[in-house]
């Protein structure tokens, strides 16, 4: 059912990217679109692991990953492109890169936060990933660099426009924390984790 609902919201998505695309022209679509800001886990991570001090239990940088697409292991935890790697293509975008790759200083088509083993709860791998509270912090250093280079209300057109993707909360269940609780509370607990920083994070640019 999860798996179904998945595919609904992505089919919903592309259906979007369609209708913008029919009614703005390729030439309009390429001046004005919307940036994508991605967080999650290694569902969605294009490479960030690779700039943290963690294990090789939690790194893609070795063949086979990558070698059907980029040839070279990109840190992804594929051997080809993710689905927001997919989605970029499809709103006419480039691939969006790792927000800890080095030397990267320009967020106006978005920026990917995703760590592999990350979870919704602080306590998930904690110490090896890059988990959802982090994410976020790193996302509010974006906002602040976005308004310093582009002026506050420029930057607001942006975060306001932009496509908020975020897949994060498998690796929770894998966690040692979950036994102290039942499933019912330990669902709750990630669940309203998830919740809250969805709320507090973007419900101002909604």
Same mark, same amino acid.
């Given at each position: 059912?999860?798996?179904?609902?998945? &595919?609904?919201?992505?089919?919903?998505?592309?259906?979007?990217?369609? !209708?913008?695309?029919?009614?703005?022209?390729?030439?309009?679509?390429?001046?004005?679109?919307?940036?994508? *800001?991605?967080?999650?886990?290694?569902?969605?991570?294009?490479?960030?692991?690779?700039?943290?001090?963690?294990?090789?239990? *939690?790194?893609?940088?070795?063949?086979?990953?990558?070698?059907?697409?980029?040839?070279?292991?990109?840190?992804?935890?594929?051997?080809? &492109?993710?689905?927001?790697?997919?989605?970029?293509?499809?709103?006419?975008?480039?691939?969006?890169?790792?927000?800890?790759?080095?030397? @990267?200083?320009?967020?106006?088509? #978005?920026?990917?936060?995703?760590?592999?083993?990350?979870?919704?709860?602080?306590?998930?791998?904690?110490?090896?990933?890059?988990?959802?509270?982090?994410?976020?912090?790193? *996302?509010?250093?974006?906002?602040?660099?976005?308004?310093?280079?582009?002026?506050?209300?420029?930057?607001?057109?942006?975060?306001?426009?932009?496509?908020?993707? !975020?897949?994060? #909360?498998?690796?929770?269940?894998?966690?040692? @924390?979950?036994?102290? /609780?039942?499933?019912?509370?330990?669902?709750?607990?990630?669940? #309203?984790?998830?919740? !809250?920083?969805?709320?507090?994070?973007?419900? /101002?640019?909604?």
């Amino acid at each position: 059912m999860a798996a179904l609902r998945l &595919r609904i919201y992505i089919l919903v998505f592309c259906a979007c990217l369609v !209708i913008q695309c029919s009614c703005y022209g390729h030439s309009v679509l390429q001046k004005k679109h919307a940036a994508l *800001f991605i967080f999650g886990d290694s569902l969605y991570d294009p490479g960030n692991n690779n700039y943290i001090n963690t294990t090789t239990d *939690f790194q893609a940088n070795w063949v086979p990953y990558g070698e059907t697409f980029f040839k070279y292991p990109t840190g992804r935890f594929c051997d080809g &492109r993710l689905i927001p790697d997919f989605l970029a293509q499809y709103a006419k975008l480039p691939i969006i890169p790792a927000y800890l790759q080095p030397g @990267l200083n320009n967020y106006t088509n #978005g920026v990917n936060f995703a760590s592999g083993g990350a979870g919704a709860l602080v306590e998930s791998h904690q110490g090896f990933v890059i988990d959802l509270k982090t994410q976020i912090s790193q *996302f509010r250093k974006v906002e602040k660099q976005l308004r310093h280079k582009l002026g506050d209300a420029q930057a607001y057109t942006v975060l306001s426009e932009a496509v908020y993707i !975020i897949s994060i #909360g498998g690796n929770d269940y894998l966690s040692p @924390l979950a036994s102290n /609780f039942s499933n019912e509370e330990y669902v709750g607990l990630v669940i #309203g984790n998830l919740t !809250i920083w969805i709320k507090v994070t973007f419900f /101002f640019y909604a």
